[in-house]
């Protein structure tokens, strides 16, 4: 009804508009061939604007796109009724351009400069805004304004592509049309009769207009922004303060940790944007077949802790810890990774969470060899600094493989290699780790996941007709293969190995006709851990409230380590029958609380 109606007011707007202003012959049938035409031609053309220009989907059903999309509709066809007016006018000799004496004035120059200026400001403000929407999902301040102030290598030219004809190319585009109406010394006339001319937009008015549509796109452009990205929260960051990390922080330096007389192995591997919404509706997902039955079959041998009574489950989105460089921080320290108070505290050598104790840290003294593998640049958000600041691991990344000869140096698929590749370097490397006689720290990070879309091997079967689809199956098959290999390998019997996703996926596609309700986990499982956690209560893995800071504490138990108090940083060890901050404090309330700045963050685990 509201589109009908809205697709109605649209139609009658550009009918008085146009026999008002066009319609030289104002006889009964020419008003209602006009109103025919009108009402008509602007719809079809709107829909087809709507349909194969802005790909707008199901344009017909209203109720997919929210309240106001009556109103959007009804804005897009009047602006396209009036365009096509405005062509008909030119056609039929109504209207017409011609020159007027141009004015050299500086102030005129200004003002127009200033206008495109601001135009363009506002114009990426809003096509910068859609771009991050479709690309990440919904990106927090924290996430954002830390990968503005990290380095950007490694960034996978899907990505920047996307960028540069996205927002980048429509920017300039608009700003361009915007250039031809400010900068025109050209004068639109309207011959209402043959002996009747008027002058539309005269200089002033042109200036006027100018003026007005620059700060309005502004205006718009940045409100837009604040709102949509949740810019509103900086504020938030840096002026409310809350002293909740300080009170319930356990610091590694205090807390007693006793590891087993023979130190067992840990392998831990990040798999990237995987989480259990790919697994069947029966297992706790969300799609009709299991697109990753290889996981699901693993996960019968070891430990897998569930936020549900039954099926898979995890921790869910998280302040702090919902992108890659993020959940490594969390899983890796116990603490969220909050916005800093300089452009300095993240992002250079030796100066990544400096007053953080990380579990590379622990591991390295207690004498384990450590090697951290990617895919991928690790310069990209600073993960090279972290790894070398906490553990001095061994960072095997894109770049180091190409230094040793291991793909060649012009080779660049992706983020750098298919994680085929990075499968078969790691088998070498825990190897090689097996022998020095040391109990070694391993840990990687798949890629192929990655949105937009992930990427396909040549080799990789296609049952789905969504390409991220296919890669999630292949990926899990993948990662099976690589697992079973380990498991056959002399050191497996003292090595835990612990499989998680990362964070929840950010392929906006993928999950654009989902049940946006269905409350999204990401995968985790833990095999061969330590035999003094192995008979731990059936109650403990299930229906939990935890986040992947709570990954801290949980990965030492694995290996064997006594916990006193259970508790590191903001984790709980999930091994234990402590319950976990969000299961205290309440999920949500948590995740309220710690976008909240903390001057004990600031001072202890930013600055040192």
Not at 19 to 47: C, E, P, Q, W, Y
Not at 280 to 303: F, I, R, T, V, W
Not at 362 to 374: A, C, D, K, P
Not at 527 to 554: G, S, Y
């Amino acid at each position: 009804m509201w589109m009908l109606l809205a697709a109605a007011a649209a139609g009658l707007l550009v009918f008085a508009a146009d026999t008002g202003l066009l319609l030289k012959k104002r006889t009964a049938g020419s008003v209602i061939h006009a109103l025919f035409r009108d009402m008509i031609v602007s719809n079809l053309t709107a829909l087809f604007l709507a349909q194969f220009v802005l790909r707008i989907e199901n344009v017909f059903l209203p109720g997919l796109h929210g309240p106001w999309y009556p109103l959007k509709y009804f804005a897009l066809a009047l602006g396209t009724g009036i365009l096509l007016l405005f062509c008909k006018g030119v056609a039929d000799g109504v209207l017409s351009y011609t020159s007027a004496a141009p004015k050299r004035r500086a102030r005129t120059w200004v003002l127009r400069i200033v206008c495109v200026f601001l135009f363009a400001l506002g114009t990426a403000a809003f096509t910068g805004t859609i771009w991050s929407q479709n690309t990440f999902g919904e990106l927090t301040p924290d996430q954002m304004l830390i990968n503005l102030i990290s380095p950007v290598e490694g960034t996978a030219s899907d990505v920047m592509n996307t960028l540069f004809f996205g927002p980048v190319f429509q920017t300039v585009f608009l700003t361009a049309v915007f250039c031809l109406f400010a900068f025109s010394d050209r004068i639109l006339l309207y011959h209402r009769t043959e002996n009747k001319t008027t002058v539309l937009f005269p200089a002033l008015a042109r200036k006027i207009v100018s003026l007005l549509l620059a700060l309005a796109v502004l205006g718009g452009g940045i409100a837009f922004g604040v709102r949509e990205l949740q810019l509103g929260d900086l504020y938030t960051a840096y002026m409310d303060e809350s002293p909740y990390i300080e009170e319930h922080f356990a610091d590694p330096r205090e807390v007693q940790m006793t590891f087993p007389e023979q130190k067992r192995n840990l392998i831990h591997i990040y798999l990237e944007s995987v989480e259990n919404t790919y697994f069947s509706k029966e297992l706790g997902g969300l799609m009709d077949e299991n697109l990753m039955p290889e996981l699901s079959e693993l996960a019968k041998e070891g430990y897998s802790f569930s936020d549900r009574a039954e099926g898979f489950g995890g921790p869910p989105w998280t302040t702090g810890g919902h992108w890659s460089v993020a959940s490594m921080v969390n899983m890796g320290t116990g603490l969220p990774m909050k916005v800093p108070v300089d452009g300095n505290s993240y992002g250079s050598p030796n100066n990544f969470l400096p007053g953080a104790v990380a579990i590379g840290d622990i591991l390295q003294e207690q004498g384990y060899e450590q090697t951290v593998m990617f895919g991928a640049d690790a310069n990209f958000g600073g993960l090279s600094y972290y790894f070398a600041s906490h553990g001095n691991f061994e960072i095997l990344d894109y770049n180091k493989m190409k230094e040793l000869g291991k793909i060649p140096e012009d080779y660049y698929v992706w983020w750098g290699y298919e994680d085929s590749k990075l499968f078969e370097f790691a088998k070498e490397e825990l190897t090689a780790l097996s022998e020095t006689g040391k109990p070694f720290h391993f840990v990687m990070e798949t890629a192929n996941t990655h949105f937009p879309d992930g990427y396909l091997e040549p080799d990789a079967p296609t049952p789905y007709e969504s390409q991220y689809a296919n890669v999630i199956a292949y990926s899990s098959y993948q990662t099976e293969q690589f697992v079973r290999w380990i498991q056959q390998q002399p050191f497996y019997e003292n090595t835990t190995i612990v499989l998680i996703g990362d964070h929840l996926s950010m392929d906006q596609n993928f999950f654009k006709d989902l049940d946006p309700n269905f409350r999204r986990t990401t995968f985790n499982l833990i095999l061969n851990p330590a035999p003094n956690v192995r008979d731990i209560p059936e109650e403990r893995l299930h229906n939990r409230q935890w986040a992947n800071f709570d990954m801290f504490p949980t990965l030492l138990s694995s290996i064997g380590v006594e916990i006193e108090g259970d508790r590191l940083g903001l984790g709980t060890d999930l091994f234990s029958g402590t319950p976990t901050r969000f299961e205290e404090d309440g999920t949500a309330e948590v995740n309220e609380i710690l976008r909240q700045r903390s001057n004990f963050y600031n001072n202890n685990i930013l600055l040192g």
